[in-house]
């Protein structure tokens, strides 16, 4: 079965910095691409980051220069360093991975930039 949960949301001011993780379960983790989505009040849910097995990287022009997004293949972890941040990244951000052509999710976690 495939888990993934996600930590370190929380409340920063304007230009301030978090870094969330996602651990994730039940797949073989280096073979899959990770992605990072956020969901803001009223809106639909946006692709972040995207990162491959092998560490390619794709952001949105949104949070391109100031997010960054890593993984670590053997304790199967992926991180969404987020940097220089300003209200409208207030979201709940979700990680997220493709098996067998069904997607799964983790229960995401809120982060709040005050401005």
């Known amino acids: 079965q495939v888990h993934l949960r996600e930590s370190g949301g929380g409340r920063v001011p304007a230009g301030g910095s978090l870094r969330l993780s996602c651990t994730v379960s039940?797949?073989?983790?280096?073979?899959?691409?990770m992605h990072w989505h956020r969901q803001a009040p009223g809106k639909q849910r946006e692709l972040v980051a995207s990162?491959?097995?092998?560490?390619?990287?794709n952001y949105s022009d949104s949070v391109k220069d100031r997010f960054s997004i890593s993984r670590d293949n053997v304790w199967n972890k992926v991180y969404l360093q987020m940097s220089s941040l300003k209200p409208e990244d207030t979201a709940v951000y979700y990680c997220?991975?493709?098996?067998?052509?069904?997607?799964?999710w983790g229960q995401g976690t809120q982060v709040t930039v005050s401005p």
């Open positions: 997220n991975t493709i098996r067998g052509g069904l997607n799964y």
């Open positions: 039940g797949i073989n983790f280096r073979l899959h691409p």
């Open positions: 990162i491959t097995g092998g560490g390619g990287r």
